[in-house]
């Protein structure tokens, strides 16, 4: 195979075997020495020259044995061993707890526990019992020895008892009874039981078919069972209905409606037809006229009749049914009304017709419920009747009174929040400082400290709180004027984060020390440092590596040869360079 005249080598550490071991503390850890003298590869292992083996000097059978005898390990209950002088691997299975010996006899039953690959990890035995308990519902327990005895069992009463191939079998004794079917549709079976439970005689009794129905009125009639039925049939007032084994027999309704009649002013009334059924009810209004009470003395008691009608029973009255005096209907009073206790109306309109209504009381209650809530107060209030209503309401809704019309204060008088005062006809209150004001008169004096006033509005549109102006727009000046900041002091100049900073005609800006993010442009200056971003070089050949030393200094190692070689750092000198030999060195 033809080399080539560019390529790149790598020599190894050659020489002498007793030459490299000499000089091994020059070499490092792994690094690979060839022995000329022997014609041997050798690898470093710290202070010791390791020999790299050749197929031809190795025992090939003897690997294979020892790689085998590795690979080998035992499960679970096996041990493996590996004889490395016979190249023999044995597998043993492991020893239990068992102890080794015989389970079992004529007396005795083995227990064994078996593990999950079928090894015997216990062993024991359970001496068998020989005699056996025989106990009955009566007379004495007997105990039964298995190896000598024999327990008979011998049939009682109406039983017999037949020994067959290991086994006893308990039979009923036959009774006189004939077998076959007792009882028939019309037949009755008749049956005799002993005192063991069994039938020691049967017959059958004949079922009569006929049933004789009579009744307080007609002719006496007779039903044959097996083929005709018994109709219950309602007579006047009276329904009937089949139900399961049943028949119902029920009054039937009248036109008179379910309720009770007769009350402390008026008396029942009711229609009974022959049956005595209440066919009609009704209640009719008690009314008697004077005229026709003949004598007063009954009622003397609680009324009297000396001009006026007064009662003198004392009775309260908790509703209009209730009281000394009960009207049950309307009631007319031509004169004035007193009334020494309370005044419940429970109708659903109170009407006054009155020119002036005087209350005593300083607190008037409205939708007054058992149980208020803001649902129940929803638009509650008082409304004056007009050509429209005029209404003071209180809304669930806003949670507030609401006033269909307007409110105009007496000269002198004002609106109050919590105690403040927060408008008169002429002030708004020192406790208002914020609004929605859209216009405003003439301001005469005070001091503007809201938002900052706009340039549209007659201001700069930024906050000069610092004595920093600020220009939110562009700032334009017209004519051959120079603009010139004067400052005394360290002073900062922010400029546009947009736009055309200068005129094109502008190409130098001097003693600029700072800028901000150059997204665009192109680099004419100097070149870069190091120190700053850059390499420091003008030009860069093409295949050529960067190196830098040990003074941040970048070089352009130039890669453009002709040859294969290797990039390779010289530690003495500090340098990189290209090479194309690699040379362990000879020894």
């Excluded at 009774?175 to 017959?203: E, H, K, L």
């Excluded at 209440?278 to 009470?293: D, E, G, K, P, W």
């Excluded at 200056?525 to 970048?554: D, R």
Aim: charged residues 10%.
């Amino acid at each position: 195979m033809p080399t080539p005249a560019n390529r790149a080598k790598i020599q190894l550490v050659r020489g002498s075997y007793a030459n490299i071991l000499a000089s091994i503390a020059d070499l490092l850890d792994g690094e690979l020495c060839y022995a000329k003298d022997q014609n041997k590869l050798y690898m470093v292992e710290g202070s010791t020259l390791t020999p790299l083996a050749y197929l031809a000097d190795v025992d090939i059978s003897e690997t294979v044995q020892d790689v085998i005898g590795a690979a080998v390990v035992g499960g679970v209950g096996l041990t493996a061993a590996y004889n490395d002088t016979t190249g023999l691997t044995t597998i043993d299975l492991d020893d239990t707890v068992v102890t080794a010996g015989t389970y079992g006899s004529t007396s005795a039953i083995p227990t064994i526990t078996v593990d999950a690959q079928g090894r015997i990890t216990a062993a024991s035995t359970n001496n068998i019992s020989t005699n056996l308990d025989v106990s009955a519902d009566s007379g004495t327990a007997q105990v039964i020895n298995l190896g000598t005895e024999t327990l008979n069992i011998s049939g009682g009463i109406g039983l017999s008892s037949t020994t067959g191939t290991n086994n006893v079998t308990v039979n009923l004794d036959d009774t006189t009874v004939t077998p076959g079917n007792y009882g028939s549709a019309t037949a009755i079976p008749s049956i005799t039981v002993d005192a063991q439970g069994r039938i020691t005689a049967a017959s059958t009794s004949s079922i009569t078919t006929s049933l004789s129905v009579n009744a307080d009125s007609g002719t006496a009639q007779s039903i044959d069972l097996g083929t005709e039925s018994l109709a219950i049939s309602g007579g006047t007032g009276l329904t009937t209905t089949t139900g399961t084994n049943s028949v119902t027999v029920d009054l039937d309704n009248t036109a008179v409606t379910l309720g009770t009649y007769g009350t402390a002013s008026a008396v029942g009334t009711f229609t009974v037809d022959q049956q005595g059924r209440l066919t009609a009810a009704s209640n009719v209004n008690i009314s008697i006229l004077h005229t026709a009470i003949s004598d007063w003395g009954a009622i003397s008691a609680n009324i009297s009749t000396s001009g006026t009608l007064a009662s003198t029973n004392a009775a309260d009255s908790s509703s209009s049914s209730t009281g000394a005096l009960v009207i049950a209907g309307g009631a007319g009073i031509g004169g004035n009304l007193n009334i020494g206790g309370d005044l419940t109306v429970n109708g659903t309109t109170t009407t006054l017709n009155t020119e002036t209504l005087l209350v005593e009381d300083k607190n008037i209650e409205l939708a007054y419920v058992a149980t208020p809530s803001d649902t129940t107060a929803n638009q509650g209030g008082i409304t004056l009747k007009g050509a429209t209503d005029k209404t003071i309401q209180w809304l669930d809704a806003t949670d507030s009174w609401t006033f269909s019309e307007h409110i105009d204060l007496t000269s002198g008088k004002a609106y109050y929040i919590g105690g403040t005062q927060v408008l008169s006809s002429t002030t708004l209150g020192s406790g208002v400082t914020g609004s929605s004001l859209t216009s405003v008169g003439t301001i005469g004096t005070g001091t503007w400290q809201g938002s900052v006033i706009g340039s549209t509005y007659g201001g700069t549109g930024v906050n000069n709180g610092s004595s920093t102006i600020t220009l939110g727009g562009s700032l334009t000046i017209s004519g051959a004027f120079a603009t010139t900041l004067t400052v005394t002091g360290t002073t900062n100049v922010t400029l546009p984060t947009t736009g055309t900073l200068v005129n094109s005609n502008v190409t130098t800006l001097s003693s600029l020390s700072t800028v901000g993010t150059i997204t665009s442009g192109t680099w004419n200056g100097t070149p870069v440092g190091t120190l700053y971003g850059g390499t420091g070089l003008a030009s860069v050949e093409k295949g050529s590596v960067l190196v830098a030393n040990a003074s941040n200094v970048i070089t352009a190692l130039d890669g453009g040869g002709a040859s294969d070689g290797y990039l390779f750092y010289d530690a003495a000198t500090d340098t990189i360079s290209w090479i194309t030999e690699l040379d362990g060195g000879t020894y």
